[in-house]
């Protein structure tokens, strides 16, 4: 139960107190008018007593009386009427409802930090007029009249007549039989006589005369003057506050007076007319009323309850208006408001009267009421004793001297019956119940207890079941009131007293009063569980209020526990507010419910959550308080109900109309006012994406445009990471390579995966697209309209330097316009784009693009959307797109979008802190220009290595001129722009259409090539990637302008070579177009237009080349060794073997017939393809499918330039076409592809060195270890191959016929490269061990590579004829040619005495010998190429093979001699034939 303003003892105590009848002379009624209160009102905040009072048992033992209260009532001779009695209660628990500043309980139990009322002081006040409501019964005498006090006031004309008058109503009342209310303790009542001065108005000494006249006549222990009304006028002075202790007792003497009231003169009838108003026009009965119990007025019959504020179809209004308000200090409430119970209280009154007033309760009970008890307890006891037998009790002897007025015995059934047996009131055991009933007011509870105990005994014997219950009641709570606690309390005893109370006796009202008894003693032994048992037990159908406050008490013992149950507190405190709301107290429903919903919220019990909100939501409109009605409707739509689609909508509808009613005035006013939040539909902030500027226009006709960044694609991190390190790299080369500080990505597009830490730049009169998600979570479909942003804007005019002197601009908003729709937009500042209708599906997610068009510049703030919310249901619609009939309701949704935690101190580490997010934050720029890509004949398809020409079209659609712009892309070698050079332009077509079937390629009518045309060509011509030899990813092109700026509305057409990947498979092309404005703008200096092309490339061609040294040397002149001479002259020239092997690896998935190899180029500074050496033939090389063609031609170095820096910067293109028709290869397109060919994967493994080193000799100073550089250079050479081709394919019945162009790049001799990427084998997984790393080993070369320092060639005669008869040795001169193929000096050693060292030597019969010496040891210089004349002689005629000298080189400043091996793979074989 909830904790009391009482203790139990205090609250016991209370219950049962002494009551004192009262009998007033209309002249004493005039004197205590006066203050506004009637006489027992008078005595009521005085009647406890402050001191001890003391008395002595019959064993003449002193007990010592504590606290008394004395209950001092006016006579009434009827009880009131069972409605009256019930709208007494009801509007005492109704009146007394729990203030706001009431500090809340809150309990911890487990997950549940509950907020619940400490106290319930509705239930304190129901308790005690409840218990105070008891009447008088034949079975007990607690509620009996124990004295009566005759009041007489002084200013009668012969007070003691009238004294004597009093006293024959009182003796009339009690003894006459006519009357059956009030009942009487004892016959001899005690009289107390009282004289009522009136100082104010009255002779004081004949007031004291009269009162020693009553002395003389009654004596001094049973009369008292009392003066009162000492002020004089009534009225209060401002120097001295008089307190009122009346107000807090003056409902509860309302509710008191009704049972008190009387039909005789002396009576007040202001209680009862006033109450006699909610009784339904009843009349009241006769005086005479039946004994029966079960016949009292509080014996609640559902049937007879009567009709509440709220029942029976009464409008909220009318409820309202008769509801009281919260008040009633210490829980206490009045039924009805009094006629005394208004104005001021004792305002006659000083502080004097106070102090007489308690001096004369005080001297009524010490010398009037306690004598009197102890004198009829002493009587009672001798009585008792005096009738003691030898029975088995102490009356059972007895009871045949008293039974002659008993009623017959009866059967055991009908004693069990309430009424089955009556004792007459000098029965004996009746004697010992009011022996026990006096020892209990007087606190004597160990003698109370005993004679409750032996009553008891008897009453069951005789099968009187109304009184044992009786009995057992007081003996269980006497036993508890015990000092010092000799035994444990009998629950049994109240068990047994409510089960015989309810089920034997069928008086509820008894059993209630011994459960609310049990029920708080139990609790002040925290027997919670049993407390809440009984309470429960106690519930019933008639009566709901009686129900309700059980209800709730048994779930306060729930929760009061020692380890609370939540769950079941919940539980009760539901149906606790159910039986309230059945009862008509919808405050106190709302409470319950709203406490129990603290359980059920959030813990995934959805069907009985939206059960109490939606309760809480009727209740909280029936009492007049939308707000929190809608607050309650709102929690039942946002969560994900488990509802029927039926009820979803029942409670969609309620929610509608209840918002409606509670923003109905601040839409019928002009009022500034604030649009309420929505629940419906579900917006979540985070998924929010805004796009700033124009949409796309789609392609038209041919033209495709740039895809740039819409809503409709999904954002990849990576991606956009591209993107932003695109921008950045034009950015910087357009900054003369430094990226800027106030450097900020463009976004176009942001979302929660974008970096939205910097405010957001958009352009004046350029849209702001937002796009929100809306979520449906009801099964049933939702119709939204005037859909619209809600937004704050601040002008700002950024074209003016910032300084102090402007002053701040005023914010405007669009609140008033949405908030009343009929209200002229802002179109000046910012077009707000509305959707007329959006309708949503149940359960549907469905995005909601809406759009702004700003005007001005400034800081726009988008705050959230407002909208029409109503029931999609179906059928036909209004013209506001509102279903007829249909709820709608206007309301927004703040976008509120958190940004992403911060996770880099340790403090933002340690707790749960957020950036910002501010792309709902944007800043209006100044115009800037506009562009938009088209592009024409854009293929999705391409062969590798296929060349198209397609053309790409710039538009400015703004109103602001263009200039700067470059062109990015991270595939630079897939396209090239335009034409390079005065030539190119001259033959670049005006349209595309002009171009359409003509080659990509510049072409010159020529026959199949025997020597290979050259040109030089600058790198710098194609871009200052050149330079480098390779193109790097990612650069940017600019694009020439007709006089550098585009203009307003102008559009300009160039031609794009496109190129296809090497690799096959999808390919995604990333471009990135940027521009710049040619006015300053302080806050947004260029744009980009981005565009992604999806390319599909087949594989076409697949080439592989390898290069090796020729086997002969030319030799013009004879060489002379000279240090001098430069390794570049021509008889020092080299040449070598290119072999170029291609294969068709089309799979013909595109109907290509053939490929034709047309044309073979090379590009170097150094070599130069200078013939083919194929066979003879048709050279216009044809492959079929998986056919493979072999191509040999021989590469000479180039010829010397001048020694210009210009000239040592040129490459030398070599074309060998093959067919009748050359490719310039220098032209555009094809050296555009060349130099924006991405790095080969050898040369980015290997590091080749630059040409320019090639030029550079080694000093004798070189250190061995410069070696490996040296023998390197050796076999590495820098040849670029370009394999032009075309494809034949039929198409639609047509043939076309494609182009292309492979590049190979060879860099080592006798190493082959493929123009296919080879895949790279996965590296298994290695256990890493954690070692420390070896000191790195010595950069030697090696042995294959020291091989290549010497070129070798045998110059001799393929056939020497000899005749042997006439001599017999045949001497051949032969000439041994050595070429030094290293930039440095090398030392050779020419030994002849070796037998041939042939892989497959062919010898003819007999020997053949090396005349002369058999060593040489020759120094050649760098480059240098050296003979050396040499003899054979053979003996006989024959085939032999000449290849047997061995060569063996180092470089001089080495120590170690390497064998070189034979580069000649074929044996040096002479034919001997004799004559």
Known sequence: MAQCVQSVQEFIQDSFVPMVAVLCSEDAEKVTRKNNLNFPELLRPFCRLTSEGHLRD???????????????????????????????????????????????????????????????????????????????????????????????????????????????????????????????????T?????????????????????????????????????????????????????????????????????????????????????????????????????????????????????????????????EEARDPKPGGPGGGGGAVALPSSSGTHGAWLTLTDHDRIRQFIQEFTFRGLLPHIEKNIRQLNDQLVSRKGLSRSLFSATKKWFGGGKVPEKSISELKNTAGLLYPPEAPELQIRKMADLCFLVQHYELAYSCYHTAKKDFLSDQAMLYAAGALEMAAVSAFLQPGAPRPYPAHYMDTAIQTYRDVCKNMMLAERCALLSAEILKSQAKYSDAATLLIKMTSEDSDLRSALLLEQAAHCFINMRNPMVRKFAFHMILAGHRYSKAGQRRHALRCYCQALQVYRGKGWSLAEDHINFTIGRQSYTLQQPDNAAAAFRHILINDSQQSPTQQAAFLRE??????????????????????????????????????????????????????????????????????????????????????????????????????????????????????????????????????????????????????????????????????????????????????????????????????????????????????????????????????????????????????????????????????????????????????????????????????????????????????????STHPHFFTLGARGGQGQARTPLSPAASEHNSAYKTVSAPPSTVAALTLVSPAEFGARGAAGVGGSGGSEGMPLPGQVLQPGEALQVPMWLRGPDTEGVHEIHFLFYYESTQKNGKLSHRVLRHTAVICAIRSLCVRASACRSNTLALTHTPTPAPAQTPAQDHRSGSMLVFVDVENVNTSEVGVREFHIVQVSSCSRHWRLHTCINPAGDKDSKLGS??????????????????????????????????????????????????????????????????????????????????????????????????????????????????????????????????????????????????????????????????????????????????????????????????????????????????????????????????????????????????????????????????????????????????????????????????
């Open 190 to 318: 005690l009289k107390y006589y009282v004289l009522l001065h009136d100082i104010s108005d009255g002779d004081e000494q004949r007031a004291e005369s009269v009162y020693e006249d009553m002395k003389q006549r009654y004596g001094s222990q049973a009369c008292y003057l009392l003066k009162i009304n000492s002020r004089q006028g009534g009225a209060v002075g401002s120097e001295e506050q008089i307190p009122d202790p009346w107000s807090q007792y003056l409902q509860k003497t309302h509710t008191q007076e009704v049972f008190d009231d009387t039909a005789s003169t002396n009576s007040i009838d202001n209680d009862l007319n006033s109450s006699s108003k909610m009784d339904d026009g009843d009349t009241p009965t006769k005086d005479g009323m039946s004994n029966n119990l079960d016949e009292h007025p509080l014996q609640l019959d559902q049937s007879a309850e009567p009709v509440l504020p709220g029942q029976g179809g009464e409008s909220l209004e009318g």
């Open 655 to 968: 929610y509608l109309y209840v918002y409606k009613s509670v923003n109905r005035p601040s839409g019928e006013t002009d009022s500034e006012g604030v649009l309420p939040q929505l629940p419906l539909p579900c917006l979540n902030s985070a998924l929010t994406r805004v796009f700033f500027g124009h949409e796309r226009r789609l392609a038209e006709g041919e033209k495709q445009a740039a895809t740039h960044v819409t809503l409709d694609q999904e954002c990849d991190a990576d991606i956009s990471r591209l993107w932003i390190r695109l921008e950045e790299q034009v950015v910087a080369m357009v900054n003369r390579g430094v990226v800027p500080q106030s450097f900020q990505p463009t976004q176009a597009c942001l979302s929660q995966h974008t970096d939205n830490l910097r405010f957001p730049l958009a352009v004046v009169n350029e849209p702001i697209i937002v796009e929100v998600s809306f979520r449906n979570p009801l099964r049933v479909p939702l119709s939204l309209s005037d859909l619209s942003l809600l937004w704050k804007f601040t002008p700002e005019d950024f074209s003016r330097l910032p300084d102090n002197t402007h002053p701040s601009s005023q914010s405007i908003t669009n609140e008033k316009e949405v908030l009343n729709p009929q209200t002229t937009p802002k179109d000046d500042v910012i077009t707000t784009e509305v959707i007329a209708e959006f309708n949503m599906s149940p359960e549907e997610t469905k995005l909601a693009r809406l759009k702004l068009l700003p005007h001005q510049t400034g800081e726009l703030r988008i705050l959230g959307v407002v909208y029409n919310l109503g029931t999609g249901d179906s059928g036909n619609s209004s013209a506001e797109g509102l279903p007829v009939g249909g709820l709608s309701v206007r309301g927004r949704q703040d976008l509120e979008i958190q940004g992403p935690r911060l996770n880099q101190t340790k403090e933002e580490k340690t707790s749960v802190k957020h950036g910002s997010d501010h792309r709902l934050d944007p800043i209006i720029t100044p115009p800037m220009p506009l562009l938009e890509v088209f592009f024409l004949h854009f293929p999705t398809a391409l062969l590798c290595g296929e060349l198209r020409k397609a053309w790409v079209e710039f538009v400015n659609v703004s109103g602001v001129p263009l200039a700067g712009l470059r062109v990015a």
């Open 1186 to 1475: 998986r056919e493979r063609g072999k191509l040999c031609f021989r590469a000479s170095r180039c010829k010397p330039q001048e020694a210009t820096s210009d000239a040592e910067n040129k490459l030398t293109f070599a074309d060998l076409n093959l067919g009748n028709e050359q490719i310039v290869s220098s032209s555009t397109p094809c050296a555009d592809f060349f130099f924006r060919r991405g790095p080969c994967p050898d040369q980015k493994r290997c590091g080749v060195v630059a040409g320019a080193a090639w030029g550079q000799g080694l000093g004798s100073g070189t250190v061995v270890d410069d070696s490996l550089a040296v023998v390197k250079k050796c076999s590495e050479i820098e040849l670029d191959l370009i394999v032009l081709w075309k494809a034949y394919v039929v198409e639609d019945n047509k043939q076309l016929i494609l182009e292309g162009q492979l590049h190979v790049t060879l860099q080592t001799i006798g190493k082959e490269v493929c123009s296919l990427t080879q895949k790279e084998e996965s590296q298994e997984m290695v256990l890493l061990k954690f070692k420390p790393d070896p000191p790195p080993p010595l950069a030697r070369p090696s042995q294959e590579q020291l091989s290549h320092l010497i070129k070798t060639c045998l110059q001799y005669p393929q056939t020497y004829q000899h005749s042997f008869p006439q001599q017999s040795l045949c001497m051949v001169p032969v000439t041994l040619m050595l070429s030094n193929c290293s930039l440095a000096q090398v030392d050779v050693i020419i030994d002849l005495r070796h037998k041939s060292t042939s892989p497959e030597p062919l010898e003819a019969c007999g020997m053949f010998v090396w005349l002369g010496q058999t060593q040489y040891k020759l120094q050649l210089a760098a480059q240098e190429v050296r003979c050396v004349r040499l003899r054979v002689c053979f003996t006989q005629p024959g085939v032999y093979n000449l290849g047997t000298p061995r060569v063996f080189a180092k470089l001089a400043h080495s120590t170690n001699m390497y064998e070189t091996s034979q580069q000649s793979a074929l044996p040096a074989l002479i034919v001997i034939d004799g004559v």
């Open 58 to 188: 019959p064993n003449n033992q002193l007990v010592v009386v504590r606290s008394l209260r004395v209950c001092v009532t006016g006579i009434s001779t009827r009880p009131p009427h069972t409605a009256t009695l019930r709208a007494a209660l009801t509007n005492a628990v109704a009146t007394c409802q729990p203030p706001d500043t009431t500090s809340a309980n809150v309990i911890t139990a487990g997950d549940y930090d509950l907020n619940i009322s400490a106290t319930t002081p509705w239930f304190e006040a129901y308790r005690e007029i409840f218990l105070q409501s008891m009447p008088g019964s034949e079975h007990e005498f607690l509620s009996h009249y124990l004295a009566c006090m005759l009041v007489v006031s002084s200013s009668e004309t012969v007070p003691l007549d009238q004294f004597l008058k009093l006293s024959q109503e009182q003796h009339k009342i009690q003894h006459s039989g006519e009357y059956t209310h009030p009942r009487w303790f004892i016959p001899n």
